[in-house]
């Protein structure tokens, strides 16, 4: 197979300009752009992005990134993804009050106080630092401690790595959590568990028998005889209407209802 030829400003990174921008987002003004997908751009330089000063929804994922300064400028960002970049630190978004949402998987963030920026956000509720699926990390994750110490340090956060820590849902986590944490201890080798006991009486699923009938069979008379009560009355009506139009009638003559 032969190699890929390098696009141009390929080799040394690609940097932000005013014409990519207005090329990803169709529009003709900066401030007008409120969404911006440059996932896998090779971007080393965020240039002018800066000036989208309208900009709600950024993805900047797979890219060389180093630093977000030109993001302090984007107050009306709340939604972010900068996962799978080269990030030592996240210290211009602090500025970015309305933030709710942060991706940073796979990045060089080494400790937790690299995190103390964001301690301001009071609108961040969703941050990721650790993606399984996409495999991608941060240094600091290695630690078996580092989401309490995160909780901790953030404590309006409700989503971590996608796993709920507090608000709707949280309590159900925490309960599966501790049943696969005793599942996981019950496995190991130790005294054998007490043999689980059955929770009903023996006998108590069998089938009782068959109770009589009785009862099913004198309804089904009574209404044997109640229906043929019915149509002597019917009888009796129709002999009756044809009496009284007879009588009606004068002779002779032919008499015709319509309805």
């Given at each position: 197979m032969e190699p890929q030829e390098e696009k141009p400003g390929e080799a040394d990174g690609v940097r932000i300009?005013?014409?990519?921008?207005?090329?990803?987002?169709?529009?003709?003004?900066?401030?007008?752009?409120?969404?911006?997908?440059?996932?896998?751009?090779?971007?080393?330089?965020?240039?002018?992005?800066?000036?989208?000063?309208g900009l709600e929804w950024l993805d900047l994922s797979g890219n060389e990134l180093t630093q977000l300064g030109p993001l302090a400028s984007l107050r009306?960002?709340?939604?972010?993804?900068?996962?799978?970049?080269?990030?030592?630190?996240?210290?211009?978004?602090?500025?970015?009050?309305?933030l709710q949402s942060l991706n940073a998987a796979g990045n060089l963030l080494a400790t937790p106080g690299q995190l103390q920026c964001l301690a301001g956000l009071q609108d961040l509720e969703y941050l990721r630092l650790w993606d399984p699926l996409a495999r991608l990390?941060?240094?600091?994750?290695?630690?078996?401690?580092?989401?309490?110490?995160?909780?901790?340090?953030?404590p309006?956060?409700?989503?971590?790595?996608?796993?709920?820590?507090?608000?709707?849902?949280?309590?159900?986590?925490?309960?599966?959590?501790?049943?696969?944490?005793?599942?996981?201890?019950s496995s190991s080798p130790g005294p054998r568990a007490t043999e689980a006991q059955?929770?009903?009486?023996?006998?108590?699923w069998e089938s009782w028998p068959t109770r009589s009938s009785s009862i099913l069979e004198e309804a089904c008379r009574q209404f044997q005889d109640t229906l043929q009560e019915c149509h002597d009355l019917d009888r009796q009506a129709s002999d009756s209407l044809a009496q009284a139009q007879q009588a009606l009638s004068p002779a002779g003559t032919t008499s015709s209802f319509i309805f």
């Open positions: 300009t005013p014409q990519l921008l207005k090329a990803r987002s169709g529009e003709f003004a900066l401030e007008s752009i409120l969404l911006l997908k440059l996932r896998g751009l090779g971007l080393v330089d965020l240039g002018c992005l800066g000036e989208c000063l009306q960002l709340t939604v972010l993804n900068v996962a799978n970049n080269r990030l030592t630190g996240l210290e211009p978004l602090a500025a970015c009050e309305n990390s941060n240094p600091l994750c290695a630690s078996p401690s580092y989401r309490a110490v995160v909780r901790e340090l953030l309006g956060l409700k989503v971590v790595d996608g796993e709920r820590v507090t608000g709707h849902g949280s309590e159900f986590y925490q309960l599966c959590q501790d049943l696969d944490s005793s599942l996981h201890r059955p929770w009903v009486e023996p006998g108590y």
